[in-house]
């Protein structure tokens, strides 16, 4: 059986971190908190709860609190990581359905699919999910329905070979591109989404343009 730890990178996100971290315990598979530089008491929480907690003194971005998880399950040598974000938007019991699709599908990264149900999905973000979705679809050069879902599976060798840069959300399409190009399989698990009243941590302004700068690099460096 593979050994699989479920990392959730959090940032202030008390309301939702016990609950979290609970139901992934009750599945038997460990679970790593990486605590963003929270001002809240998500850390505090989380170790209450008996999770392992890694501490960002600081706010480094989503990207760097993935690279602090993915850095501990290499020293702990776990054979996949299941990546679920803090707030709660991401129903825990779709787990199983990664793993089960991980094992039967030869995928190497399986990404959440939120596209198959968007009735209840903000415009806006259903609009930016299609068009950055088909852009980053085009150059990985598989077909990828929801690349902006954070909730995902990757397998060791992907993060082995993979050298991650990115603090940010961005992060989340370089894992695909450059998995992409070393010619790793990224399929996708169809997931239910929980929209309730949570405010994006996405900066409209600046992370867009720190988007556009980092897909104008993928596109300029081919390797």
């Known amino acids: 059986m593979s050994k699989i730890c479920v990392v959730v990178p959090s940032y202030n996100e008390a309301r939702t971190i016990g609950k979290i971290i609970r139901e992934v315990k009750a599945l038997g598979l460990d679970i790593y908190v990486v ?5 809240d008491d998500t850390a505090a929480i989380a170790v209450g709860e008996r999770a392992v907690v890694i501490k960002h003194e600081e706010n480094m971005g989503k990207g760097a609190a993935i690279r602090s998880g993915f850095k501990r399950a290499l020293e702990n040598n776990f054979d996949a990581v299941i990546i679920i974000d803090g707030d709660y938007q991401h129903e825990t019991s779709s787990i199983a359905d990664f793993i089960n699709t991980m094992d039967t599908s030869g995928a190497d990264v399986l990404i ?3 596209m198959h149900d968007t009735e209840n999905m903000p415009y806006v973000r259903l609009q930016t999910n299609r068009f950055m979705s088909c852009l980053i679809s085009k150059m990985c050069g598989q077909y990828v329905p929801d690349t902006q879902c954070g909730f995902r599976m990757i397998k060791r060798k992907v993060f082995e070979n993979v050298k991650l840069e990115s603090s940010n959300f961005e992060i989340e399409s370089e894992l695909i591109i ?3 190009r070393l010619g790793f399989k990224i399929g996708s698990v169809p997931i239910k989404t929980v929209y309730e009243d ?3 941590k996405i900066n409209p302004i600046i992370d867009t ?6 897909i104008i690099k993928m596109m300029a460096d081919k390797k």
């Open 35 to 39: 605590d963003d530089g929270s001002s």
């Open 209 to 214: 343009l720190r988007f556009m700068r980092f």
């Open 112 to 114: 959440g699919n939120r």
């Open 178 to 180: 450059k998995a992409s």
């Open 198 to 200: 949570e405010k994006s």
